[in-house]
């Protein structure tokens, strides 16, 4: 006794339907993704730029160093400020 037949005519392969699904997408245009930001969020930007020159010196100094190699990160001022954190998370 013979169940499946694996050459029906018109026999029904899935696979080959997701398959047709898939390459049609090719034809369409991919979108992409965007970000908007409002005018209220860009005029704080402009101002936080603008209006201090001590965050920007220092960002400067910052990137200068890093691009030196010569930027250090302090391990215990970083665990001071991650402390709190995991605490607070490990008694939830």
Known sequence: MKINQSQRIG???PYQK???????????KRKRDEVQISAEA???????RVNDPERAKRIDELKESVSSGTY?????KLAEKLLPY???NNQE
């Open 86 to 88: 995991f605490k607070n």
């Open 42 to 48: 860009q005029e704080m930007l402009s101002y936080s």
């Open 72 to 76: 250090q990160v302090d391990a215990g």
């Open 18 to 28: 997701q398959n047709d699904q898939q390459t049609g997408g090719l034809d369409r």
């Open 11 to 13: 026999a029904v392969n």
